[in-house]
């Protein structure tokens, strides 16, 4: 679905990427334009589905999460129908993609200790074989996406 997005629209979005929690105030006079109609520009933004959501970024060491891992898994076809819903389920679980190559799973996750993680591998094995690579650091945080500032 392709949504027609002019510049201010382009320019709303990476504003609200960078800092949902900005007042439409601030937002207003940063693309030069009334509260209002950058209101009403954020409301269209959201029931076309070009914003679908806003979520607070968060440490997730402050909750004891201190181990982060990226797990392949190779889900046979069939076995998507019993594997979606059940990973779903999993709240550990940040992101869970479908992906070319190997594994045709691809998931961000989050535990306290190895001792967990090892336990869900063991759970997800059920599915099919897995891979993990447990993260050391960070050099990028998770991030909005690149919009670009001119007309299509």
Known sequence: MKHELDATDRQIVDILQQDARLPVKTIAEKVSLSSPTVSARI???????????YMASVNPEVFDYRIKAFINLQVEPNQKKEFYPYIEG????VECDCVTGDYSMLMAVYFKTTKELDLFIGQLQHFGRTKTQIVFSTSVERRGIPIVHQDN
Do not use: H, M, S, Y
């Open 43 to 53: 409301e269209r933004l959201q029931k076309d589905g070009v914003i679908t959501g």
């Open 90 to 93: 999993v709240p550990n679980v």
